[in-house]
């Protein structure tokens, strides 16, 4: 089995080649095809065009979204928006993120400290995978930024920006 990198919202995605007596089995995982992904090497393209070249026998792939014609948002137009967000915003700033996508709070803290702002996180899973994220150093606060929510009162609304988790809005059968 061999591994390589894909896009992904949790960090350190990686699909899979695997040789098999029948064939060449690849799976993808879930991925995302972004050239400017934020945070991770990203989809190894030539990886990929040597397995096609090859002969894949079959190919396993999930992306979410991936029925609906069209392209999704690259990272970057999302970190623009942020940074005009944080920048221009006369209050306190809220973004609902999945506590997963450690590549888009990185955005967020950092240019949470270019604008002179604080960062505070609410949510179980959101505090839990920030200190994680943290621990493995796929996640770098400067020493001072991150605040608990408790001590956001103590700051003028501009200076807070506070991160929770989100959903995906998928529908749900009944």
Known sequence: MEFFGVNHSIPDGVGRAMRTPAGLVVHSGDFKLDLNAAGD???????????????????????TGAERP???????????AFDRILREAPGRVII??????????????DIAARHDRKVA???RSMRENVAMAQE?????????????????????????????????REPRPL
Request: proline residues 5%; aromatic residues 4%.
């Open 41 to 63: 090497a990203g989809l190894d393209f030539a990886y990929l065009a040597k397995l096609a070249q090859e002969g894949v026998m079959v190919l396993l792939s999930d992306s």
């Open 70 to 80: 069209g392209f999704t948002l690259s990272e970057q137009p999302v970190e623009d």
């Open 96 to 109: 609902a993120t999945f506590s997963s996508l450690i590549a888009r709070i990185q955005q967020i803290v």
């Open 121 to 123: 996180t609410v949510g």
């Open 136 to 168: 493995l150093g796929h996640l770098h606060i400067p020493s001072g930024l991150l605040m608990d929510i408790s001590e956001m009162s103590d700051l003028p609304p501009s200076k807070v920006v506070i991160i929770t988790t989100g959903s995906q």
